[in-house]
Nanobody, 126 residues
Framework: QVQLSESGGGLVQAGGSLKLSCVTS????????LGWFRQAPGKEREFVAA????????YYGDSVKGRFTISRDRAKNTWYLQMNSLEPDDTAVYYC???????????????????WGRGTQVTVSS
């Protein structure tokens, strides 16, 4: 079983930065993908970013491209989401998720990830 735990959320002013962390444990498999998603009140879950375990490819949602960066420290089983130039519309609960066997056409689909963390709140004030 795979466990994921997010941290690093908080309150920040518009234009500021935050770095989220996701620690994974358990049987993650050799070819898993780690994704970040977010959900704001009253809105659907939104894809934010994803990275293959090998780090060979990264993917970003259109609304965060150029501002957010996903990375990983394989030795620590920890994945990061560096968020810069934050905007009030970035306010949401951020979740990390993992899955195996994902491909380019499925990394943006939350339903393709069977393992989820509990989320961390990010609030951006204007």
């Amino acid at each position: 079983q795979v466990q994921l735990s997010e941290s690093g959320g908080g309150l920040v002013q518009a234009g500021g930065s935050l770095k989220l962390s996701c620690v994974t444990s358990g049987r993650t498999g050799s070819s898993y993908t780690l994704g970040w998603f977010r959900q704001a009140p009253g809105k659907e879950r939104e894809f934010v970013a994803a990275i293959f375990r090998s780090g060979s490819a990264t993917y970003y949602g259109d609304s965060v491209k150029g501002r957010f960066t996903i990375s990983r420290d394989r030795a620590k089983n920890t994945w990061y989401l560096q968020m810069n130039s934050l905007e009030p519309d970035d306010t949401a609960v951020y979740y990390c998720a993992s899955g195996t066997g994902l491909i380019t056409s499925t990394v943006r689909n939350g339903a393709a990830y069977p393992n989820w963390g509990r989320g961390t709140q990010v609030t951006v004030s204007s």
